[in-house]
Nanobody, 125 residues
Framework: QARLEESGGGSVQAGGSLRLSCAGS????????MGWFRQAPGKEREGVAA????????YYSDSVKGRFSISRDNAENNVFLQMNGLKPEDTGVYFC??????????????????WGKGTQVTVSP
């Protein structure tokens, strides 16, 4: 059974940087897509970024475009999220996702089959 485990979360001041990592295990082949969602207290889960298998296609939410960068290591089914210029509104639990169902929008959480348990990111003013 495929599993995802996030690491790299923590607390930083506004303007700082963090790099999230996600390690996939139990895979027998390369996942078609991988990505990141986040959930802030009292808010719905939202898509942050996604990357397709060949890494040539990436997507970002408007709120992080230009500040965050997603990348993946297909050999190990690992995905990374480099977060620069962090803002207090980036605070939340960040979830690694993989194995997206074909069709629909990448930011639709219901289209992703495999989820990590999440890692906390806290950005102070």
């Amino acid at each position: 059974q495929a599993r995802l485990e996030e690491s790299g979360g923590g607390s930083v001041q506004a303007g700082g940087s963090l790099r999230l990592s996600c390690a996939g295990s139990g895979y027998t082949s390369t996942s078609n897509s991988m990505g990141w969602f986040r959930q802030a207290p009292g808010k719905e889960r939202e898509g942050v970024a996604a990357v397709w298998r060949d890494s040539s296609t990436t997507y970002y939410s408007d709120s992080v475009k230009g500040r965050f960068s997603i990348s993946r290591d297909n050999a190990e089914n690992n995905v990374f999220l480099q977060m620069n210029g962090l803002k207090p509104e980036d605070t939340g639990v960040y979830f690694c996702v993989a194995d997206r169902l074909v069709g629909g929008s990448w930011y639709n959480s219901q289209r992703w089959l495999t989820w990590g348990k999440g890692t906390q990111v806290t950005v102070s003013p």
